[in-house]
């Protein structure tokens, strides 16, 4: 192995010559055989990097660090330290202060608690006191602490893509507000995304009741589901289940389970009713037809794959069948599972649910609202409001008509990004170069900032003034957590200062303004307003209950797909299906496909693609990270000669995306999915050339749907770097299953309890166990929907680091905690199972035994622990273990991060060099607070329930348990003494504190 370059030689080297520069002297160093050579050696993966760099790519592989930092040595380096004359209020140095707030996500708002450290927000979790979230979170309010401190947020106002200021765009926007209030405002447009924030509708009525002929449009990705509902009853609505009363549950590409601004507070509902249902006694059945998985019907108990124009002719057979016709029947599978379906809707009329989701056709959520008005759930667990998102404004594609007449000569977008998101048939970026003057307010200089004339950054949630809407309307302050770190503005400042009325207006000051009720007094407000900032929301602010009408006749279903038999009054029976056509000839050249587009699992619509946590952390289903794939069928695959990891193309309409296949379970035959929120083109922006952009074939009418596109070989491979490789469930040998599934009222499957084999490992000090906390965790699998939430959480805690695409190919992901997917059964219709892993610790742990430093080792409270000091880096640990739960940490992923990026780190715990060993650990650094907490108070025992690890705090169905397992009455005992708990490989006699409780399944389970 070479040592390490004689950095004084090489400077002198350098600074020989005649008028050295520096990028001379850089290409020297990096060009330098001593520097190569101890670059190979010691650092491999950055010397793979480092092949003929250019300078841009060799500065950022340097980041100031251990090359540079011998050339540059002189000086001492300190910062000029200022300490606190006056304590600042309310901060302890050192201890945690937490802020109630919302998360927003697409618009809408989840209640979040953002917990603070010295004035640094480094960590985000569920507000349990919220009525919609009730104490979830999801991947995007988990990372929404990392987009505050995100290097590539816009940090300045450009003008023509040249950095200006405020000052010159209110300069530049003064004469123009003139004319617009001249000319009443004609040929002014304003877009945004859904608007559920209270004060933005304020602020945007204001600024159109001084530009009376100005118009307002919205870029809303649920147009379709309050059009399904205008359709049933005249008017558009919001549609909620009510899971608590349902006996029965029918997802029709539906997603109530799947990453969006619903799935927090849907899941925990659907979580709480299934247990509700599992300690009476029974099973609570969720079917599922869908064009392609996703978390709803992985969850689901009999699932089948159902192409989108099959589902609605599912729809009206079931309809059929309520308004008294003959039981949907048939011999394929999808007719096989509708009568299956109707039998359990038929046996659940008033206590049934329909659902229907994002990517559904409004005909097929009318259909629904229709079949639950027949069933008669609609108002009973079928609820509807008045749509949270403000009404009023008019679509993106009467933005292009617009544009193309040339009536828009002025467009603000605020908060959207439709050069990248709108669909590619209307060719917004192309449109938008006609509009004379065009403003983009966004926080990231994104495709659209950078085809506008001025782009403005906006202000990071955690720093600004402001309020928004959860899907049940109830509405969420967003207050600062630390003062703006970029000169940025919120949605209001800007909108009030372009409306000429309120220039210089703040934004608490304009929040404040919308919630003082006319005549109120003063102080009584401030009090009132304080109590909602405490709380995180207004109380009683949700949108009440509505009892809408159905109106007209439902369409009239298409040829083909379920038959029903014959119906009375406004029902007309679904005429038989022809036979269907023969398949193609294969010929090499593609075959006609449909083509259904999703949100991606993690990043979902792509605004929070530079966030590297999200690209990292694993899709639910194809455990993919850092771009997406090309999902299609196995028959399709086996049809045209597809498999995982080749290169295709899918074309359609003169358009065409290129990405790797990926083989998908459970898909129907032939839909290929496309996921959406990649294919960024921000130049230096993370995301960049990461994955394809799925918009580009997206239709414009039907925006999640293209019919008669084809696919193709290209004859190159790109394998996509994945975190697990195997996922189909070994056959249970002597009751030793991975994954145990228990159908309610049969023989427990969970194993005996107080049976304990025997062990060459010593018993624990019996002083031990009465003297301490014994901690050990439990986890429902039926809860589990395998959301990621807990992943992200973790990561967050315990300032894991992302280590990039090719390291996860090595095998080099770093996360604690990981959900493994199986399948089980038919690839074609496969039952889907998750399972997250954390480290088990195990009372005889074998990596104990292993470590030849003793860095890994138990304590008193039965927690393995892992001595970053003493880790030497055999890795003997990671062999010894049979859960495959230890990380080595094979490089400096740490040390090039930006200092921004740095102050999310939470200070409570230790941030690891290279070399080292790491795992869970059962947040030790929360279980250490309780106990400094437990120490004033007389040494009394710390309360149950006071412990809270952050994969237990973040997830939305309180699947993960955690306590003190040497007391009887803690909630973690309760789980581990029910009829479904087990050890994951048991018989290994481990003995893991890690347990887990047996999903629940119907007898006769799916096939």
Not at 108 to 131: Q, S, Y
Request: aromatic share 6%; hydrophobic share 40%; glycine share 10%.
């Amino acid at each position: 192995m070479s040592g390490p370059p004689d950095l004084e030689a090489l400077r002198g080297r350098l600074e020989g010559g005649d008028g050295p520069r520096f990028w001379r002297s850089l290409d020297a160093l990096a060009d330098s055989p001593e520097f190569r050579d101890y670059l190979a050696s010691e650092f491999p993966a950055a010397s793979r990097l480092a092949a003929a760099p250019d300078r841009r790519g060799f500065l950022k592989l340097m980041a100031a660090s251990f090359a540079l930092g011998g050339l540059t040595a002189c000086g001492d380096g300190r910062d000029y330290e200022v300490p606190y004359v006056n304590q600042p209020e309310r901060i302890v140095p050192g201890t945690a202060l937490s802020y109630a707030s919302s998360a927003v996500f697409d618009g809408f708002g989840n209640g979040i608690l953002v917990t603070t450290r010295n004035g640094r927000p480094v960590k985000v979790e569920g507000n349990p006191d919220h009525p919609w979230s009730r104490g979830g979170t999801d991947v995007i309010g988990q990372a929404s602490v990392l987009g505050l401190y995100d290097p590539f947020r816009s940090q300045a106002v450009q003008h023509l893509g040249r950095p200006a200021s405020w000052a010159a765009f209110n300069a530049a926007m003064l004469p123009q507000m003139a004319a617009w209030r001249a000319g009443r405002g004609k040929g002014l447009a304003v877009l945004t995304g859904p608007v559920t924030s209270p004060t933005v509708a304020a602020e945007l009525a204001r600024l159109l009741q001084a530009y009376p002929e100005a118009r307002r449009y919205a870029h809303s990705s649920r147009d379709g589901l309050l059009e399904g509902a205008r359709r049933a009853y005249g008017q558009p609505l919001e549609t909620l289940p009510d899971f608590s009363k349902a006996r029965a549950i029918v997802s029709l590409d539906g997603d109530f389970l799947d990453l969006g601004p619903g799935q927090v507070g849907l899941s925990r509902r659907w979580s709480e009713a299934r247990r509700a249902a599992s300690a009476q006694g029974r099973l609570l059945p969720l079917f599922s037809a869908a064009p392609t998985p996703g978390l709803t019907s992985a969850k689901a108990d009999d699932a089948v794959p159902a192409s989108a124009a099959r589902l609605d002719a599912i729809a009206h057979a079931l309809l059929a069948a309520a308004a008294g016709g003959a039981a949907p029947s048939g011999d394929d599978t999808v007719d096989r599972w509708t009568g299956r379906a109707w039998a359990a809707l038929s046996q659940a009329k008033g206590v049934g649910v329909v659902t229907a989701g994002l990517a559904a056709s409004p005909d097929l959520h009318a259909l629904v609202h229709r079949l639950n008005g027949a069933l008669g759930n609609t108002g009973a667990t079928i609820l509807h409001h008045a749509p949270v998102a403000e009404a009023g404004a008019s679509s993106l594609a009467d933005l292009a008509g617009a544009m193309d007449r040339g009536e828009v000569r002025a467009l603000i977008v605020l908060g959207a990004n439709p050069v990248y998101d709108a669909p590619g048939a209307l060719d917004f970026a192309e449109r938008m170069e006609r509009v004379p003057l065009k403003v983009h307010a966004g926080l990231y200089y994104d495709e659209t900032g950078a085809h506008a004339d001025w782009h403005l950054p906006l202000a990071h949630p955690l720093e600004s003034w402001g309020d928004v809407r959860s899907l049940d309307g109830t509405v969420g302050l967003i207050q600062p957590t630390v003062s703006p770190l970029y000169n940025g503005h919120t949605v209001p400042e800007i909108l009030a200062f372009l409306g000429g009325t309120d220039e210089g207006t703040d934004a608490l000051a304009l929040l404040k303004r919308r919630w003082r009720n006319e005549g109120e007094d003063a102080a009584a407000f401030e009090a009132r307003f304080a109590g909602a900032l405490r709380a995180g929301f207004f109380e009683g602010s949700a949108a009440p209950v509505l009892s809408p009408t159905l109106q007209g006749a439902p369409p009239s279903p298409l040829r083909g797909g379920v038959r029903g038999g014959g119906g009375s009054g406004e029902i007309a029976p679904v005429p038989p299906a022809p036979p269907p056509p023969p398949a193609p000839p294969h010929t090499g050249e593609g075959n006609d496909v449909d083509v259904v587009f999703r949100p991606d699992g993690t990043l979902y619509d792509g605004t929070h693609a530079d966030l590297a946590w999200l690209q990292e952390l694993p899709k639910p289903l194809t455990k993919v990270v850092w771009e997406n794939v090309v999902a299609v069928s196995p028959a399709l695959a086996a049809r045209e000669g597809i498999a995982t990891g080749d290169l295709v193309r899918v074309e359609a309409g003169g358009r065409s995306i290129t990405g790797p296949a990926w083989i998908l379970p459970g898909q129907a035959a032939d839909t290929v999915t496309l996921g959406l929120g990649y294919g960024r083109d921000v130049p230096d922006h993370l995301s960049r050339g990461l994955g394809y952009d799925a918009g580009a074939l997206r239709p414009a009418a039907t925006p999640w749907h293209l019919t008669g596109a084809r696919i193709v070989r290209t004859g190159e491979r790109r394998s996509p770097a994945t975190t697990q490789h195997l996922g189909t469930l070994p056959d249970d040998e002597e009751g030793r299953a991975i994954l145990r599934t228990q159908v309610p009222g049969a023989a427990p499957v969970g194993d005996p309890l107080g049976v304990s084999a025997p062990s060459f490992y010593p018993p624990p000090d019996a002083r031990d166990r009465w003297t301490a906390a014994q901690w050990g965790m439990a986890i429902d699998l039926d809860a589990c929907t395998g959301c990621n939430a807990c992943v992200t959480a973790c990561q967050a805690e315990n300032n894991i680091p992302v280590v990039g695409r090719e390291e996860v190919a090595l095998g080099r992901w770093l996360g604690w905690i990981r959900i493994d997917r199986y399948y089980e059964g038919d690839a074609d219709a496969p039952a889907t199972h998750f399972q997250p892993v954390p480290c088990m610790h195990c009372e005889a742990a074998p990596c104990e035994v292993g470590c030849p430093v003793e860095a890994t080792l138990h304590d008193s409270e039965g927690l393995n622990l892992q001595v970053y000091n003493r880790c030497v880096g055999t890795r003997t640990c990671q062999s010894y273990c049979p859960y495959k739960v230890r990380r080595f940490n094979y490089l400096d992923y740490s040390g090039g991060m930006p200092p921004v990026t740095q102050q999310q780190r939470n200070p409570e715990v230790t941030v690891r060099a290279r070399g080292v060993m790491e795992k869970c650990t059962y947040c030790i650094q929360r279980i250490a607070t309780a106990r400094i907490d437990s120490a004033k108070d007389a040494h009394a025992p710390i309360p149950d329930g006071t412990v809270e690890t952050a994969c237990q705090g973040a997830c939305p169905t309180r699947a993960i348990t955690f306590g003190n397992v040497a007391d009887p009455q803690s909630a973690v005992s309760v789980a581990k003494r029910d009829p479904r708990h087990y050890a994951l490989l048991g018989h290994l006699n481990t003995k893991p504190r890690t347990t887990y409780l047996a999903a629940l399944a119907p007898e006769g389970r799916r096939t």
